[in-house]
């Protein structure tokens, strides 16, 4: 039995039924036959059914017959409709095609009759346009309107015929007398506005405000005539600078009518001579003169009145009022501000103009004027020995140009250039005047009276706080060091009139006057670490200490004297020397207790009668009183020391704290 035998009668041992054949324990013979017999049983009872179901069969064959021949004629009508769909298919992408192509050719034409259209209309000349330019006034808002169309055309019309359009050719006449005659009109227009500048009275505002509505109109001109625009610029240039130069020349002049009669002259100096006339003490009349030294309310033309009206001269000719030269030098200045700026922004504006053309146009309207204001401010200060007028000028130049660049106008630096030019040196030159006649003050021939403070010593203090004050806001380094300068000139002349006085009490009594009057107003006026007021501070403070020393030797000399004496000697260890002055310190004591109060009143007495500042004689008393309770504490303290705590002189010392408490009887009341 070949190896495929074996695995094929294993595979049949492994069915369930021989299992169970093999199982039961039958002869397999017998079992075969059975299952034969049960074989053909079951073949001829299923012959038995399809017989009796035949007829069925028959009618199902009739059937599935009759299905086919359905099937096949769907499949016929299918495959008709699948070649009618191929048939739509092609025409429907025949269609696409079409559509895309008429698409295109539809946007082509719109955009030919857009720009067309809009060739037309940028070149057709309407009947409202010819209408307008030729009939309506210049100054209605619809000839401006119909000017901007005509530019519009004007310019299209250059740009075809650059391209030789045909149908520039039909409207290039039209476009031309349009274009004269709207010139024409413009040139009319303009010229008799500029022409209402010249009327007396007329304020040149208004029309130059109508022509800044219309000033397209002179674009219009730059573009389409040049030389009627030249025409028109010029015309207005000439009429301006003749204005200006005539108001400023007039105005000027009438504010010269309203100065002070009186101004400062040489007797005016520092070190000049005090007369009745003409000195510093004497007080004129305000409607005639300025203060010459002292500031008082004229350095409100740098606050207050900086950016006040201006003065208006018929107006104050029937008050008489009269006012100081930089009064009258800030209401031109404020006005030339105020006129220059406005016309500087209405020529950039109105001509079109870059800043350097603006400024060159500028120079052509205003030179003239601002050539007379430089002469007219030279030759009053050239004459003028007023160092506070000056430099209040001096202050109202460099304001007013702060006030031009934040108005975005530089039109007029040169200006404030030249006037600076003309103020400086005069100021300097007036100065060192000053600065020399205080150091040629004949000391000898114009001694000092008495220890009150000097005349000269009031009138710097005065001018020097006045000078400092001004300077505070905008520092100037020049006028620093003429202050500089004029201070040390001064210090050496109050010391020169404190030598005439016979005595070092009554210099020092002249000295601290002086220098308390200088420092209390300079103080009083100007900032409390300005470099004037620190000087002088420090002056009456060495001075102050040597006068109460001076005041203290002469009424308890012996015990100061002694008592730094003794010190001396008892740091040295010297007890002898110390009990060798046993009878001395007694006298010394007896002196005291008997005379110390009455020292006192006599003390207080000569201070304050000494000095006219109550407040500085209160404080140098209250100074010398400290300084004897000083003295004296030392003094009582050395005493207390052995071998001197032994004298019998020492009982009768008073109390330290009864001398405190009679001090304090002294001690002001404010």
């Not at 020292?599 to 009183?625: M, R, V």
Request: glycine residues 4%.
């Amino acid at each position: 039995m070949s190896h495929s035998e074996d695995d094929n009668l294993q595979d049949h041992l492994q069915e369930d039924i021989v299992k169970e054949a093999l199982a039961s324990g039958q002869d397999l013979r017998e079992y075969s036959k059975q299952v034969e017999v049960e074989l053909a049983s079951c073949e001829q009872a299923s012959i038995q059914d399809y017989i009796s179901q035949a007829g069925n069969i028959a009618q199902l064959h009739t059937q599935i017959s009759s299905c086919d021949g359905i099937l096949a004629r769907m499949e016929n009508l299918l495959l008709s409709f699948q070649t009618d769909l191929g048939s739509i298919s092609s025409e429907i992408l025949t269609l696409q095609q079409e559509s895309v192509d008429m698409n295109l050719r539809l946007k082509n034409r719109q955009s030919v009759r857009g720009e067309l259209s809009q060739f037309v209309d940028d070149l057709v000349v309407t009947e409202q346009l010819i209408t307008t330019i030729m009939e309506t006034p210049v100054s209605e808002q619809q000839f401006l309107e119909q000017l901007q169309v005509l530019d519009h055309k004007i310019e299209f019309l250059k740009e075809q015929s650059f391209r030789e359009a045909r149908a520039a050719q039909d409207v290039k006449d039209v476009l031309e007398k349009l274009k004269i005659k709207a010139v024409a009109k413009i040139r009319e227009y303009f010229l008799l506005k500029i022409n209402q500048f010249k009327k007396p009275l007329a304020n040149y505002q208004i029309p130059q405000n109508a022509m800044l509505r219309f000033k397209f109109y002179f674009q219009f001109l730059q573009k389409v005539n040049r030389e009627v625009a030249s025409e028109v610029r010029e015309e207005y240039i000439d009429t301006m600078s003749k204005i200006m130069f005539s108001y400023f020349k007039s105005y000027s002049g009438r504010l010269a009518k309203l100065q002070f009669e009186e101004s400062a002259s040489r007797e005016d100096l520092l070190g000049a001579e005090e007369s009745q006339s003409k000195g510093f003490f004497f007080k004129p009349s305000l409607k005639n003169k300025t203060t010459v030294f002292s500031v008082g309310s004229r350095d409100e033309v740098l606050s207050a009145e900086l950016e006040a009206p201006i003065i208006v001269p018929h107006a104050q000719q029937k008050t008489d009022q009269r006012y100081p030269h930089e009064m009258l030098f800030r209401s031109v200045q404020y006005a030339l501000v105020d006129n220059a700026c406005r016309e500087f922004l209405f020529i950039s504006e109105f001509f079109m103009l870059d800043t350097n053309t603006a400024q060159e146009l500028f120079n052509n309207i205003f030179g003239k004027t601002l050539s007379v204001l430089v002469k007219q401010a030279d030759s009053f200060i050239s004459d003028s020995f007023d160092c506070l007028s000056v430099f209040l000028c001096i202050h109202l130049v460099q304001r007013y140009q702060l006030l031009c660049h934040k108005r975005c106008v530089g039109g007029l630096d040169r200006y404030w250039e030249n006037l600076n030019g003309v103020l400086w040196p005069r100021l300097s030159n007036v100065m060192q005047m000053n600065i020399v006649s205080v150091r040629e003050f004949d000391t000898t021939r114009r001694r000092p009276a008495d220890v009150r403070p000097h005349y000269s010593t009031r009138r710097y203090a005065e001018f020097s706080a006045a000078m400092v004050g001004i300077n505070e806001t905008f520092p100037h380094e020049q006028m620093n060091r003429l202050l500089a300068m004029l201070q040390e000139e001064v210090e050496g002349l109050i010391l020169r009139l404190a030598s005439q006085f016979p005595t070092r009490k009554e210099q020092l009594l002249f000295l601290i006057n002086n220098y308390d009057l200088v420092m209390s107003i300079v103080i009083e006026r100007t900032k409390d670490d300005s470099k004037e007021s620190e000087t002088f501070r420090e002056q009456l403070k060495t001075r102050s200490e040597e006068f109460v020393s001076l005041v203290l030797e002469n009424h308890f000399g012996h015990l100061i004297q002694w008592s730094k004496e003794a010190e001396r000697k008892l740091d040295a260890g010297d007890l002898e020397g110390l009990r060798a002055e046993e009878k001395r310190v007694s006298n010394i004591i007896g002196d005291f207790s008997r005379d110390w109060k009455k020292s006192l009143d006599s003390i207080n007495g000569e201070i304050l009668s000494s000095f006219p500042n109550l407040k500085l004689g209160t404080s140098l008393l209250q100074q010398a009183l400290t300084t004897l309770v000083q003295y004296y504490h030392r003094f009582s303290r050395v005493l207390g020391v052995a071998p001197l705590s032994q004298i019998a002189a020492t009982g009768q010392l008073i109390n330290i704290h009864q001398l405190m408490v009679e001090v304090k009887r002294y001690k002001p009341n404010f």
